[in-house]
């Protein structure tokens, strides 16, 4: 059974178990294709984990059971490869030099899928000796385990997609500069909380008790956020939703406030900062 043909009845190796591995591993687990939610083909008969971070692989173990999980019984990593179609690595960046060379992959059958932060493609097929089409860059958090991430996925490939679908949704990169580019977003989490905290922090300046103002806060942004994810997969959802903000009513003049305010055009500059940061261009600082 091999990739990139097919997603029926996959065996996964993790080299490297710490908290994404885990991650994905659980959400991986976790799929039931049999269920009557999951439109999805996509099988995996077994998990084979490295022995590293002994609590979380013993945790996987307990969770699926010894007929769909295998613990490695010795840090050698190659046990993982000879039982595995499709490895995802997950060590640090610092390991991954030494790791990558003590693997010898066969070309017939491995797929190659890092979530090494600063591996870079050419490097990774390079050390791997693997087609350049079995080899992927991979970037998502930690709500995998949950199948509430979105993965980025570089080079794209459909079988990998359904699989990464399985965990809460996949973008497919044509370019490592494109999938960069969309790891902007989530640097924009922080900003996020901050608006949340200033939201609050104002209703109390004007009264509201802060257990209210901090409740009220959270739960309006969620369904809010819900709307547009509702509407995301169609390139003009946020527009609609925009659009359908009442003529002359409140939504809309604060819109209209914030642009003569400068404050999209801020968040323009704080992207571009991100973008300056993230390939190693500068600072980052507006
Ligand atoms: N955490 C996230 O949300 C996240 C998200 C996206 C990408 N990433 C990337 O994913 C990678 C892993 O991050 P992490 O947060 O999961 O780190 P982590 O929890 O520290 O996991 C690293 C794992 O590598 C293991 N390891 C170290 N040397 C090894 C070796 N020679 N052979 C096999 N395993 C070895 C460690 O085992 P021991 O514990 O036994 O040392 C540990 O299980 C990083 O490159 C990071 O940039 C992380």
């Avoid at 687990?29 to 077994?46: K, L, Q, R, T, Y």
């Avoid at 949340?196 to 901090?214: F, H, I, Q, T, Y």
């Avoid at 809010?224 to 659009?243: H, V």
Wanted: glycine share 8%; aromatic share 6%; net charge negative.
């Amino acid at each position: 059974m091999t990739l990139p043909t097919s997603t029926k009845d996959l065996k996964v190796g993790f080299v490297g178990f710490g908290t994404i591995a885990n991650a994905i591993a659980v959400g991986l687990g976790i799929h039931d294709p049999s269920s009557s939610a999951s439109n999805s083909e996509v099988s995996f008969s077994h998990l084979h984990v490295s022995q590293r971070s002994t609590a979380k692989s013993q945790a996987l173990l307990a969770q699926f059971g010894a007929s769909r999980v295998t613990v490695a019984d010795s840090s050698d990593n190659r046990p993982i490869l000879n039982s595995s179609d499709l490895i995802f690595l997950c060590v640090l960046p610092e390991q991954l030099e030494a790791v990558l060379s003590s693997l010898t992959f066969d070309p017939s059958r491995h797929t190659l899928v890092s979530l090494v932060s600063t591996s870079k493609l050419d490097g990774l097929i390079a050390s791997s000796k693997l087609p350049p089409d079995r080899v992927h860059k991979m970037i998502c958090l930690p709500s995998v385990a949950t199948h509430d991430g979105t993965c980025l996925l570089v080079p794209p490939s459909p079988p990998l997609n359904s699989i990464l679908e399985i965990l809460g949704g996949c973008v497919q990169c044509d370019t490592e500069d494109i999938m960069t580019k969309l790891m902007i977003p989530a640097c924009l989490m922080g900003p996020y909380y901050a608006i949340l905290k200033n939201n609050r922090d104002w209703l109390v300046k004007m009264g509201v008790p802060v257990e209210d103002a901090s409740y009220f806060v959270g739960r309006t942004y969620l369904g809010i956020a819900k709307d547009a994810e509702a509407k995301c997969r169609d390139p003009k959802g946020f527009d609609d939703l925009i659009e359908e903000q009442t003529p002359g009513g409140i939504n809309e003049q604060s819109i209209k406030n914030l642009e003569k305010l400068g404050t999209f055009e801020n968040y323009d500059k704080t992207m571009d900062g991100i973008l300056e940061r993230l390939q190693g261009k500068g600072p980052g600082d507006v």
